[in-house]
Nanobody
Framework: QVQLVESGGGLVQPGGSLRLSCAAS????????MGWYRQAPGKQRELVAT???????HYADSVKGRFTISRDTAKNTVYLQMNSLKPEDTAVYYC???????????????WGQGTQVTVSS
């Protein structure tokens, strides 16, 4: 089993910054892509940003230029630096990853439990 634990959410004023972290633990052979998603009340979960094990990052248009995704491979951790936050960024933020449990075996997607981000004055 793989566990993903997010942290770093909270209440911030418009224009402020937050840094989310998501640490993966458990039976992990390798990790391919990791990503951040968010779900606002009454809306569907949407992609925020993804980062592959190698290659280019990808961002939703709504966060380009404001959010930065990064990862620490040695720590099995993915980060989301969020700057210039807006009220419409308010949502529960979830991380996920595509994990290979055993060498040469299938990959599985696991999700974290989510962390609340509220942008309000």
């Amino acid at each position: 089993q793989v566990q993903l634990v997010e942290s770093g959410g909270g209440l911030v004023q418009p224009g402020g910054s937050l840094r989310l972290s998501c640490a993966a633990s458990g039976s992990i052979f390798s990790i391919d892509a990791m990503g951040w998603y968010r779900q606002a009340p009454g809306k569907q979960r949407e992609l925020v940003a993804t980062i592959p094990s190698g290659g280019s990052t990808h961002y939703a248009d709504s966060v380009k230029g404001r959010f930065t995704i990064s990862r620490d491979t040695a720590k099995n951790t993915v980060y989301l630096q969020m700057n210039s936050l807006k009220p419409e960024d308010t949502a529960v933020y979830y991380c996920n990853g595509n994990f290979e449990i055993v060498a040469g075996g299938p990959s599985y997607v696991y999700w974290g439990q989510g962390t609340q981000v509220t942008v309000s004055s």
